[in-house]
T-cell receptor, first 115, second 120 residues
Framework: DGGITQSPKYLFRKEGQNVTLSCEQN?????MYWYRQDPGQGLRLIYY???????QKGDIAEGYSVSREKKESFPLTVTSAQKNPTAFYLC??????????????FGDGTRLSIL | AQKITQTQPGMFVQEKEAVTLDCTYD???????LFWYKQPSSGEMIFLIY??????QNATEGRYSLNFQKARKSANLVISASQLGDSAMYFC?????????????????FGKGTKLSVKP
């Protein structure tokens, strides 16, 4: 079964600690995305990558970092510089295309909380 | 800049009845796509239906259909014959045509969502 796997499902961060959220996909998609969702809110884009070894900041990139060394993987690190990291994090992927009709497919999310 | 507005924070519908979830959008791009996603309480985002700006007909996908009114910039989701399993958050999103190398134009912009509750 093709899909997107996010791990862990729940994650707790201590003060001053960096944590890394995993996102793996086997859909052979070129493009991958990270979103943050706060309670009662829509999704906000943190980072995105259209191709291996390249990524771009989204709307709320401060306090986060990413890497894209493999097509299948797009890990997100929440650094200690992110002062309000408690949120639900969703990873997505899509076909990279010149047309706007391709949907993004999402993982099940990681819920991050501060200890 | 693109924007999605969902004016209904919450909606109730009786089981087996139809419900319409509103979505209005703002964009200056002539070519764009509109997407609806469902988010159950478990958290995953499930793609439901897509409407292209140049599509002549309203999109349909099983019990889901889009009431697309381009001049009014609205793309309302209609769910027919509601089921208890339809209770979830529903998000409308817009995506414009990406540039030749992708770029931020191709990213999705989401609304704040509507919480649908189906009553037995």
């Amino acid at each position: 079964d093709g899909g997107i796997t996010q791990s862990p499902k729940y994650l707790f961060r201590k003060e001053g600690q960096n944590v890394t959220l995993s996102c793996e996909q086997n859909l052979n998609h070129d493009a991958m995305y990270w979103y943050r969702q706060d309670p009662g809110q829509g999704l906000r884009l943190i980072y995105y990558s259209q191709i291996v070894n390249d990524f771009q900041k989204g709307d709320i990139a401060e306090g986060y970092s990413v890497s894209r060394e493999k097509k299948e993987s797009f890990p997100l690190t929440v650094t200690s510089a992110q002062k309000n990291p408690t949120a639900f994090y969703l990873c997505a992927s899509s076909v990279r295309t010149a047309y706007s009709n391709q949907p993004q497919h999402f993982g099940d999310g990681t819920r991050l909380s501060i200890l | 800049a693109q924007k999605i507005t969902q004016t209904q924070p919450g909606m109730f519908v009786q089981e087996k009845e139809a419900v319409t979830l509103d979505c209005t959008y703002d964009t200056s791009d002539p070519s764009y796509g509109l997407f609806w996603y469902k988010q159950p309480s478990s958290g995953e985002m499930i793609f439901l239906i897509y409407q292209g700006s140049y599509d002549q007909q309203n999109a349909t996908e099983g019990r889901y259909s889009l009431n697309f009114q381009k001049a009014r910039k609205s793309a309302n989701l209609v769910i027919s014959a509601s089921q208890l399993g339809d209770s979830a958050m529903y998000f409308c999103a817009i995506r414009s045509r990406p540039g030749p190398l992708g770029g931020s134009q191709g990213n999705l912009i989401f609304g704040k969502g509507t919480k649908l509750s189906v009553k037995p």
